[in-house]
């Protein structure tokens, strides 16, 4: 079965500055996906970043990126000049690349808070 | 524009009355399942149906039914709800496969008492 820690449970960062939350994941399966969803206050689940595990090369969507680094099973998000929308919960989930079963597994959770 | 429709948002009902939150997607996907998201656990998988009357169990399916009669639709049954049944509930649907990641709906917020 496959486990995914999210050990810190929150974190502040000033608006503008760069933070970094953390992720690891255990895993026996070779191919497979990562991925950080965002949960504002309003509750809705956002996918913010995906990264294949085939691939070496890191994720980036504008201000958003992830540090994949397989042989550690470590996957964290960077967001850069953080602003005050940023301010919400973020799950990192895994799912098997292959299977019937197109299952998130999810950490649980982190709440990042970006002060003005 | 494509989204899961989750219903209702909140609902407080007693100890045993059934219920019944209803989930629909627009997007023509295969794939659609059912989580749970309560404090310090993250989102559990309830139930996932890879097709039209195709459904299986996730991790925490005790005391929920599931039906897949629509493409579209995948309902969460309670027959008989309980306390410990007091969560965030969300739907979510993907292609066959799921890589691209899982659309999700709003999220259903039940208590019961």
């Known amino acids: 079965a496959q486990t995914v820690t999210q050990s810190q449970p929150e974190m502040s960062v000033q608006e503008a500055e760069t933070v970094t939350l953390s992720c690891t994941y255990d895993t026996s399966e070779s191919n497979y996906y990562l991925f950080w969803y965002k949960q504002p206050p309003s509750r809705q689940m956002i996918l913010v970043i995906r990264q294949e595990a085939y691939k070496q090369q890191n994720a980036t969507e504008n201000r958003f990126s992830v540090n994949f680094q397989k042989a550690a099973k470590s996957f964290s998000l960077k967001i850069s000049d953080s602003q005050l929308g940023d301010t919400a919960m973020y799950f990192c989930?895994?799912?098997?690349?292959?299977?019937?079963?197109?299952?998130?597994?999810f950490g649980k959770g982190i709440t990042l808070s970006v002060r003005p | 524009e494509a989204q899961v429709t989750q219903n209702p948002r909140y609902l407080i009902t007693v100890t045993g009355k059934k219920l019944t939150v209803t989930c629909s997607q627009n997007m023509n996907h295969e794939y659609m399942s059912w989580y749970r998201q309560d404090p310090g656990l993250g989102l559990r998988q309830i139930y996932y149906?890879?097709?039209?009357?195709?459904?299986d169990k996730g991790d925490v399916p005790e005391g929920y039914k599931v039906s897949r009669k629509e493409k579209r639709n995948f309902p969460l049954i309670l027959e008989s709800p309980s306390p410990n049944q007091t969560s965030l509930y969300f739907c979510?649907?993907?292609?066959?496969?799921?890589?691209?990641?899982?659309?999700f709906g709003q999220g259903t917020r039940l208590t019961v008492v």
């Open positions: 989930a895994f799912m098997k690349g292959i299977g019937a079963n197109s299952k998130l597994t």
């Open positions: 979510a649907s993907s292609p066959t496969g799921g890589t691209l990641g899982a659309f």
């Open positions: 149906s890879m097709n039209v009357e195709v459904t």
